[in-house]
């Protein structure tokens, strides 16, 4: 494990607190935000935001199996991965794992062979990494399996995916996507229609497995959602069972039903930056104009998480300490997280420094502790003398 940074007080830059933007410094020690008269860096040109909080990103899925016939040790992809989110001012990362009928690295015995990785590498860990579970609701017979790797991974956050509709009609009108998709799950496309069709035979058994499941994850504290809501009536079921989360609902009529029964709605920030949904659903920006979303996260991409906070000042649709609150914050305030996600003395030193001219990331810190530095702030942490006592250390 990395060790703390020296107590420091970074003074001359903004930073973001109590909901705006403050000319003041902020301190820190023993992987703490705190008070006091500390050896300074001066940080003038520069915003000190909180550090980033993403909820959802599979991009992990990439530096594990950077091509479907070419996966490298999982060690090596988490360590690429923790290293991508870091250098983009990301301080708790919850990496989207697959739990499906669709086999290969989505399913069960991948899972847990990636939540047993990751427990091996946390000793060397930067940024906070968890896991979020994709559960696919038509993967029955694995329900108990599921509860049980819950527990013994201390997963805190699981959404509910139902695809088979989707699978089925890409199958009909799309063979070659279809064929695609068998491909990155190291399936033939015959093999994934059986695996399609095996589970919409299922189908009346899919209520009591998820009130099952809701009860177990009740019991265990973690908390749960659903992701890519088509409807009102979809996210209103979900609700019932304590399911609460809408994550990227598909249009505005399941975002609404979300907002109007006080279930926080997450989309991702690639939408925002492409200016749209990639899959061709609702506009996020749109969304947020409206109130109507309360977070953004990562989902592909780890840039973009910044990029859509700036993306939406720059449109005039969010002043930046709104803008931020929505990877940072917010996303605290969702997944019940009260020691980070502000700057606030005695909550944990999670923090981005980012130059205000080019609005680049130039450091970031996760815990006290220094996971990424560049730039011109480098050079000024590096000035520091008890800095550069520890960098040598």
């Not at 062979?113 to 896991?131: C, G, I, K, N, S």
């Not at 059986?194 to 058994?205: G, K, M, T, V």
């Not at 009740?218 to 994550?247: C, F, K, N, W």
């Not at 720059?314 to 709104?322: E, T």
Request: with cysteine; glycine share 8%; charged share 25%.
């Amino acid at each position: 494990m990395l060790p703390h940074l020296p107590p420091l007080r970074l003074t001359g830059a903004e930073i973001l607190r109590d909901g705006e933007m403050q000319r003041r410094s902020v301190s820190l020690a023993e992987g703490r935000l705190t008070r006091g008269p500390l050896p300074e860096v001066d940080l003038t040109g520069y915003c000190i935001l909180p550090g980033i909080i993403d909820l959802h990103g599979d991009a992990f899925e990439r530096h594990t199996a950077p091509r479907p016939s070419a996966p490298f040790p999982l060690r090596t992809g988490l360590a690429s991965t923790d290293r991508e989110a870091a250098a983009h001012g990301v301080t708790t990362a919850y990496l989207a794992q697959g739990w499906s009928w669709e086999g290969g690295p989505r399913s069960p015995d991948s899972a847990e062979r990636v939540f047993e990785a990751l427990e091996a590498y946390r000793p060397q860990m930067l940024t906070d990494l968890r896991f979020q579970i994709r559960a696919e609701v038509h993967l029955v017979e694995a329900g108990a399996r599921l509860i049980d790797a819950v527990r013994r991974f201390r997963i805190g956050y699981v959404v509910f995916n139902d695809h088979l509709e989707q699978g089925l009609e890409m199958r009909r009108r799309a063979p070659g996507d279809f064929a695609v998709w068998a491909c990155k799950v190291g399936q033939s496309p015959e093999d994934l229609l059986s695996r399609l069709e095996r589970a919409a035979a299922r189908a009346r058994d899919v209520p009591r497995h998820l009130c099952a499941l809701a009860e177990a994850f009740d019991d265990l504290g973690v908390l749960y959602g659903s992701h890519d809501d088509p409807d009102g009536e979809t996210r209103e079921r979900y609700s019932m069972i304590g399911a609460r989360i809408a994550e990227f609902p598909t249009n505005r009529r399941s975002a609404a039903a979300a907002k109007a029964m006080m279930n926080p709605v997450i989309m991702g920030a690639p939408n925002v930056v492409r200016g749209g949904s990639q899959a061709g659903n609702i506009a996020a920006a749109d969304l947020i104009a409206e109130g109507l979303c309360d977070a953004l996260v990562s989902d592909y991409h780890y840039p973009t998480l910044a990029m859509a906070a700036w993306e939406l000042v720059d449109q005039g649709v969010l002043s930046l300490p709104r803008a931020w609150a929505m990877i940072s914050s917010n996303p605290a305030e969702i997944l019940r997280m009260p020691d980070r996600g502000r700057l606030d003395p005695g909550l944990r030193a999670d923090l981005v420094i980012v130059n205000r001219q080019t609005r680049a990331v130039e450091a970031t810190i996760c815990g006290g502790r220094l996971t990424y530095l560049a730039g011109e702030a480098g050079r000024r942490f590096l000035a520091q003398p008890q800095a550069v006592r520890m960098a040598a250390e």
